[in-house]
């Protein structure tokens, strides 16, 4: 079980626009009605407007838009005009038109309460949260005595879900307390600020209210997020009990989506715990209540590649990448399972589909598929499209050999022995107990006619393996190179001792 669960909750709340008009109602008059009283005064600013009400009302927003667009231009003073405008850019899906259109209400006129909601809304919409969360605070000083207690419920939770996003937690718990305030039977809103204070790492705070609301709701998400407070507290039974309550309850409410998520949590609490027989089987039933969850059966994928079983995770995998609509995590788990099993036509095309959806910011996913990639790319013989992806990696990530090792192979084998040794170099330094990377790093020195580098490599391997035949036959080989030819007839006649045929066949090359 992950923060991940908390934070989805959260953010998962919505905000509409406040389309409320100040202007007098239009709703008596048709389009064409209006339409026909601006032709006989179209000096009327306030008929502009009016006609651009009744316009967007039935859904005609080129039409709004201009009536809204001759009402400023005759009175730019006319704040509902500037408002309409904005909700119909908004409905027109220019955020920046309606961002514009709001600014102006909120300089013109920054009483308004819906100015300032809507371009708050706006700003969200925008993913500006920081900017949005100022103005749902501005919206909320200019409440009174204009907004409703739902216009300042509706703010309190929007306010709410952009500190979230800015992962102000603590902050984001004090708006959802002011909203429970005003709605204090909203068990929705319970649920969420207690979510975050458990992200903010408050959960003992909110452990008693959650306890409470639990217990007298058949809210199966109250008890995983309790489990979520045992488990930061290290209170790992308890936790399992929570789980198990949460699957009780949404099972006799009869939520399979419920019984599901709460089966995905508790066996990703029990595979946290090294359970992995317990996790699997929480997460087969998950699967069997909700075959549509993507999360039940990537989760299952995961718990069997975990325990070496990397061909039976494919078809789970294979399905929640199918399943999950937005998202990277299945296609990349499913990428790693074709690498796995050397399918690399199908853990290329897995991995460069990951690409194509990964935003800049996963950043960590995008080197797991490159990697991927490369490695595939290297199966299929194209060593400098692996190279490319491979240097990728390695900026992303200097400090994994793997990552180097790979890139020197790809180098290597484009016949850039020097710029392989480098990577094979790197990859020794950040894991010495790597035998794979001091073997290529031998046969580097080798190709790069680096003899005596390749010598200390060698004299190095069979130091520590006695039985490295291949080793004590490259060693021969260093040393012939520098004229030790006694000495390369020891190492070539210690490789055919140990059964390496080359080995026996060298003196006489």
Same mark, same amino acid.
């Given at each position: 079980?992950?923060?991940?669960?908390?934070?989805?909750?959260?953010?998962?709340?919505?905000?509409?626009?406040?389309?409320?008009?100040?202007?007098?109602?239009?709703?008596?008059?048709?389009?064409?009605?209006?339409?026909?009283?601006?032709?006989?005064?179209?000096?009327?600013?306030?008929?502009?407007?009016?006609?651009?009400?009744?316009?967007?009302?039935?859904?005609?927003?080129?039409?709004?838009?201009?009536?809204?667009?001759?009402?400023?231009?005759?009175?730019?003073?006319?704040?509902?005009?500037?408002?309409?405008?904005?909700?119909?850019?908004?409905?027109?899906?220019?955020?920046?038109?309606?961002?514009?259109?709001?600014?102006?209400?909120?300089?013109?006129?920054?009483?308004?309460?819906?100015?300032?909601?809507?371009?708050?809304?706006?700003?969200?919409?925008?993913?500006?949260?920081?900017?949005?969360?100022?103005?749902?605070?501005?919206?909320?000083?200019?409440?009174?005595?204009?907004?409703?207690?739902?216009?300042?419920?509706?703010?309190?939770?929007?306010?709410?879900?952009?500190?979230?996003?800015?992962?102000?937690?603590?902050?984001?718990?004090?708006?959802?307390?002011?909203?429970?305030?005003?709605?204090?039977?909203?068990?929705?809103?319970?649920?969420?600020?207690?979510?975050?204070?458990?992200?903010?790492?408050?959960?003992?705070?909110?452990?008693?209210?959650?306890?409470?609301?639990?217990?007298?709701?058949?809210?199966?998400?109250?008890?995983?997020?309790?489990?979520?407070?045992?488990?930061?507290?290290?209170?790992?039974?308890?936790?399992?009990?929570?789980?198990?309550? =949460?699957?009780?309850?949404?099972?006799?409410?009869?939520?399979?989506?419920?019984?599901?998520?709460?089966?995905?949590?508790?066996?990703?609490?029990?595979? @946290?715990? @090294?359970?992995?027989?317990?996790?699997?089987?929480?997460?087969?039933?998950?699967?069997?209540?909700?075959?549509?969850?993507?999360?039940?059966?990537?989760?299952?994928?995961?718990?069997?590649?975990?325990?070496?079983?990397?061909?039976?995770?494919?078809?789970?995998?294979?399905?929640?990448?199918?399943?999950?609509?937005?998202?990277?995590?299945?296609?990349?788990?499913?990428?790693?399972?074709?690498?796995?099993?050397?399918?690399?036509?199908?853990?290329?095309?897995?991995?460069?589909?990951?690409?194509?959806?990964?935003?800049?910011?996963?950043?960590?996913?995008?080197?797991?598929?490159?990697?991927?990639?490369?490695?595939?790319?290297?199966?299929?013989?194209?060593?400098?499209?692996?190279?490319?992806?491979?240097?990728?990696?390695?900026?992303?990530?200097?400090?994994?050999?793997?990552?180097?090792?790979?890139?020197?192979?790809?180098?290597?084998?484009?016949?850039?022995?020097?710029?392989?040794?480098?990577?094979?170099?790197?990859?020794?330094?950040?894991?010495?107990?790597?035998?794979?990377?001091?073997?290529?790093?031998?046969?580097?020195?080798?190709?790069?006619?680096?003899?005596?580098?390749?010598?200390?490599?060698?004299?190095?391997?069979?130091?520590?393996?006695?039985?490295?035949?291949?080793?004590?036959?490259?060693?021969?080989?260093?040393?012939?190179?520098?004229?030790?030819?006694?000495?390369?007839?020891?190492?070539?006649?210690?490789?055919?001792?140990?059964?390496?045929? =080359?080995?026996?066949?060298?003196?006489?090359?």
């Amino acid at each position: 079980m992950t923060m991940d669960i908390v934070k989805r909750s959260v953010l998962a709340l919505a905000v509409a626009l406040a389309a409320a008009f100040l202007a007098v109602a239009t709703a008596q008059s048709s389009v064409a009605e209006l339409r026909a009283a601006v032709q006989e005064t179209p000096e009327d600013a306030e008929a502009w407007m009016r006609l651009g009400n009744a316009a967007f009302e039935a859904d005609e927003l080129e039409d709004a838009k201009d009536a809204y667009l001759e009402a400023i231009a005759l009175d730019y003073l006319l704040g509902d005009a500037h408002f309409g405008l904005g909700l119909v850019e908004f409905a027109r899906g220019d955020f920046q038109g309606a961002l514009f259109a709001f600014n102006e209400v909120t300089r013109l006129f920054p009483d308004r309460f819906d100015g300032h909601y809507n371009r708050a809304v706006t700003l969200a919409t925008l993913r500006r949260p920081g900017d949005a969360a100022t103005a749902f605070r501005a919206a909320l000083d200019a409440a009174e005595p204009e907004a409703t207690r739902q216009d300042r419920l509706n703010a309190y939770v929007g306010l709410a879900g952009q500190l979230v996003r800015s992962e102000e937690y603590r902050a984001a718990a004090e708006a959802f307390g002011e909203a429970l305030v005003l709605a204090p039977d909203d068990t929705d809103l319970a649920y969420n600020r207690g979510a975050a204070l458990v992200a903010a790492g408050e959960g003992l705070t909110a452990l008693a209210e959650l306890t409470e609301v639990e217990s007298r709701t058949g809210d199966y998400r109250f008890s995983v997020l309790i489990a979520e407070v045992y488990v930061d507290q290290g209170q790992v039974d308890f936790a399992l009990r929570a789980l198990e309550r =949460a699957v009780r309850k949404a099972v006799d409410a009869g939520d399979r989506q419920g019984e599901a998520s709460s089966l995905v949590a508790l066996g990703e609490l029990q595979r @946290g715990l @090294g359970r992995e027989s317990a996790a699997a089987a929480s997460f087969e039933r998950a699967v069997e209540v909700d075959p549509a969850s993507w999360e039940a059966r990537y989760n299952l994928g995961v718990s069997l590649l975990t325990s070496g079983q990397t061909r039976a995770a494919l078809a789970p995998l294979q399905e929640a990448a199918r399943l999950q609509e937005t998202g990277i995590e299945s296609e990349l788990a499913l990428a790693g399972a074709y690498d796995q099993l050397g399918m690399s036509g199908e853990a290329l095309a897995s991995a460069r589909r990951v690409l194509d959806r990964a935003s800049p910011s996963d950043a960590d996913a995008q080197a797991q598929a490159r990697f991927v990639v490369g490695r595939a790319l290297y199966l299929q013989g194209d060593y400098a499209g692996a190279s490319d992806a491979l240097s990728m990696v390695v900026q992303a990530r200097p400090g994994s050999a793997s990552a180097q090792l790979w890139a020197g192979l790809a180098r290597y084998m484009q016949g850039d022995y020097e710029g392989a040794a480098l990577f094979y170099e790197r990859a020794v330094q950040l894991d010495p107990n790597s035998i794979e990377a001091r073997v290529n790093l031998g046969a580097a020195y080798l190709a790069s006619e680096r003899y005596s580098d390749a010598e200390n490599v060698y004299r190095l391997l069979v130091q520590q393996n006695a039985q490295d035949a291949e080793s004590h036959y490259h060693l021969g080989w260093s040393l012939y190179a520098q004229r030790r030819d006694e000495d390369a007839r020891i190492a070539w006649s210690n490789a055919c001792q140990l059964g390496y045929q =080359a080995g026996c066949t060298a003196p006489r090359q």
